[in-house]
């Protein structure tokens, strides 16, 4: 057998360090406004790679935050595009269709992409969904800020 015979798909993730950096950016924009949530941060499976809760933010947040994260990276869209779509008057859909009670359509989850490829999500809980939605998207910015020209190596 040639190499061609072997065709194995690799997929880029995030990495523990660029979960953290996301997680602390929104942290402090959280703490400079007052509020308080839930943020968590997944590879590009939808799992896990860190998640905080911070003192004071809703209990049903901590798999909710899990869940947006999850839908955003298993679709590779925002989560609320999820939720519009399956909300839809005529091409509407029940979100178990998915096979996996992990898939949600609320606000606040967003894909993280490098180099074209999604490389995993952040999704913010516990908040108004607009706010979830602006909080998430601070920390996909602090990411992808500091990567900017930069050779990191994602794990």
Same mark, same amino acid.
């Given at each position: 057998m040639n190499d061609n015979d072997h065709h194995m798909h690799t997929t880029t993730n995030l990495a523990h360090t660029e979960a953290q950096r996301i997680v602390q %950016? $929104?942290?402090t924009e959280l703490e400079q406004r007052g509020k308080t949530a839930v943020v968590a941060v997944c590879d590009a499976h939808g799992e /896990? /790679?860190?998640l905080l809760r911070m003192s004071g933010a809703p209990l049903p947040s $901590? %798999? $909710?935050a899990q869940n947006k994260a999850f *839908? !955003? !990276?298993r679709e590779r869209r925002p989560s609320k595009e999820i939720g519009q779509a399956s909300r839809h008057p *005529?091409?509407?859909f029940d979100l178990r269709n998915f096979g996996d009670p992990r898939y949600i359509g609320w606000g606040g989850g967003l894909p993280v992409w490098m180099e074209g490829a999604c490389v995993g999500a952040v999704a913010v809980s516990g908040l108004p969904e607009h706010e979830d939605i602006e909080l998430a998207q601070i920390g996909v910015n602090a990411l992808t800020a500091g990567l900017e020209g930069a050779g990191t190596n994602l794990g």
């Open positions: %950016a $929104i942290q /896990l /790679l860190a $901590i %798999a $909710i *839908t !955003a !990276a *005529t091409d509407g």
